[in-house]
């Protein structure tokens, strides 16, 4: 069950009858923002868990929910260390603030597969202290030593056999002293971790009661809808509003730093008054730019030195028996999010309120603040005055980290003195994005005269994502905050390149390309693009080596056991090995990221010319599992992307211009495409990893491996084109 959470409302939790026991704590690395204070509480700063006289134990969930589960997974950490009763669990989304700032980023931001990475010592410790709280009021109630007492689902139970629910006792608890530290369980004593609990959301997406950002309706809201410069980097040069203000229900016409906004008392207003503009753009420098160019300037960077980013051994001095080197291409790709951007803002002269679907509320200030930031600027408030309510995101994959659209709604509001909706079309959102940056890959490798693995080097070009993010005036310390942009190499371009595969020589290098196309983080950042690169040639080396797949990567894993434990199990459930289906042939690729590891299996047919995605088999090792449900449809959702990915997605340059618009000519994976997949879970009692994102990278090269196999030939270019294969 999820409940909406305002800022003012958690500050009057405490007061409202019934409540009794509000338990926080902070995390290491947190800002200096006060912790939203809490009547009542125990301690005050951060609260994550409220227990009510009701017996209810509210988790306050500070991620945002777009269909990971965070909403039921972090509920679970609270419920397992505290013995609650799972049926007495709520959630609700915390208000933006820096208390809940994520150790493993750079804000309150949901990304990077973090969410319970970040979450899974302090909400457990959090609620253990809890526990301890509720323990000493009922042995003090009792007159026991808290020693004798135990839990069990959601009560505290004497050695006499007494029992008390802790609804009872919460009020008590809260008078009683908070542990300095307390012991977690050990992993062999849990009984809901590890379970495939239902999630707590379901039952208000099935029945339509979960408020996404574009649902938002507070009193008196009027929708705009945004005419931007078609080419990337051009400007405004003049509009007539003379049409668009003559349509029923339009209230007014505004410029805004991205374009022309139409505001009006509806959507279908807004976008026929925003069809009737007349406008004039200044296209700029990048009027011109198409693919070709694209290929070009990645083509000519890439003949430079770049930047070293990893050295092994004699790294491209040494020198092998036999080499072989290879060239692989990405395209740009959109987030196709099914919730097209948008945002909701009431901007009044001394405070904000946002109703928005962001998985960035806070950020650090000199980065600009993220959501709460760019509000807080527009506004002239300081950030403590912008409440976020924070909506279930229909889809994020990265887009909904980015500002822009807040900005554009904060700006609306505040000139026509009204709360604004921003509505982005779907095309507004597939020319308009902030793309996953294309990438070229020069990779060599080569055998030593025994035919053992020796050299491997390989050279990543691609434009920057941390670089639009770090201040021009003040490079250095922004580097230590937005990630490593050391000496011109971008650590998410070139991720997922460093080798789990034993060469002895082995040297990384970037360059980066700035191209004027807007780029962002996209599912799996540069894993997306690295592994697709680095498990194809690794198959393209086994071949030289006269060796099957499997088992040369086998003989380089011997220094990455959970490398090679996904591998060889993946190998087994997909029968590798043994004979495919008539017509079928199989593909694998293996990668780490995010704190997983992860293998797929890819079974492949030629139909019509074009590959077919039969069976995907894939092994996850992302240390202990919070709900195994919630995993495999993490794994399953990072395929599919990947798929889609691989088999479709491209962004294609023309005058400056998206030629894509819809899906109509950015398709999705259809049903009918859908392969089988299953997935298997390694059993571990190592600290979670991710699961939102390291299922995308291995697919694509896992498919276009088996297609290689299928038809002799090397594909080194996405979206998969059999024509354009390379032989």
Partial sequence: ???????????????AAGVGLTLAASLEGCGKEPYPEASGAAFAPNAWIRIGADDTVRVIVDRSEMGQGVSTALPMLVAEELDADWATIRYQFAPANEAYHNPLSMGQLTGGSTSVRAA??????????????????????????????????????????????????????AKQPVPERVTLKPAREFHLIGRPLPRLDLPAQVTGRAVFGIDAEPEGVLTAVVARCPVFGGGLRSFDATAARAIPGVKDVVRIDSGVAVVAEGYWAARQGRDALKLEWDEGELATLDDAAVSARLEQLSREAGELAHRAGEGAAATAARSLEAVYEVPYLAHATMEPMNCTAHVRPDAVTLWVPTQFQTGPRLLGGATRGVAARVAGVAMRDVTVHTTHLGGGFGRRAETDFVLEACQLSKAVAAPVKVIWTREDD???????????????????????????????????????????????????????????????????????????????????????????????????????????????????????PVEFRRGLLSGAPRHLGVLNLVAERAGWGTPAPAGHFRGVALHESFGSYVAQVAEVSLVGGTARVHRVTCAVDCGQVINPDIVRAQMEGGIVFGLTAALKGRISLEQGRVKQSNFHD??????????????????????????????????????????????????????????????
């Fill in 430 to 548: 597939t020319r308009h994005d902030q793309y996953r940056p294309a990438a070229r890959h020069v990779l060599r490798g080569g055998l030593g005269s025994d035919g053992a693995p020796l050299l491997w080097t390989h050279h990543i070009v691609c434009p920057s994502i941390i670089a639009k993010f770090i201040p021009r005036w003040l490079p250095r310390f922004a580097t230590r905050i937005a990630g490593p942009l050391k000496g011109g190499v971008d650590a998410n371009a070139i991720e997922g390149a460093e080798l789990p595969y034993a060469f002895p020589h082995r040297e990384i290098r970037y360059t980066r390309a700035d191209l004027g196309v807007p780029v962002g983080f996209w599912r799996s950042v540069g894993h997306s693009h690295t592994a697709f690169a680095v498990e194809c040639f690794i198959d393209e080396l086994a071949a030289l080596a006269g060796n099957d």
């Fill in 1 to 15: 069950m999820s409940e909406a959470l305002s800022r003012r409302e958690f500050v009057k939790a405490g007061l």
């Fill in 120 to 173: 899974y010592r302090p909400l457990r410790e959090a609620a253990g202290k809890a526990r301890v709280m509720l323990v000493g009021a009922a042995a003090a109630q009792w007159g026991v030593p808290a020693a004798d007492c135990r839990t069990a689902n959601g009560e505290v139970l004497a050695p006499d056999g007494r029992r008390v629910r802790y609804g009872s006792i919460a009020s008590a608890a």
């Fill in 666 to 727: 950015y398709p999705l994976l259809r049903m009918r495409e859908m392969p089988e997949i299953t997935v298997h879970l390694v059993p571990s009692e190592l600290e979670p990893g991710g699961v939102g994102e390291p299922g995308t990278p291995p697919i694509a090269p896992a498919v276009v491996n088996a297609v290689s196999a299928a038809t002799g030939k090397r594909v080194r270019k996405l979206p998969i084109d059999l024509g354009l294969s390379s032989p």
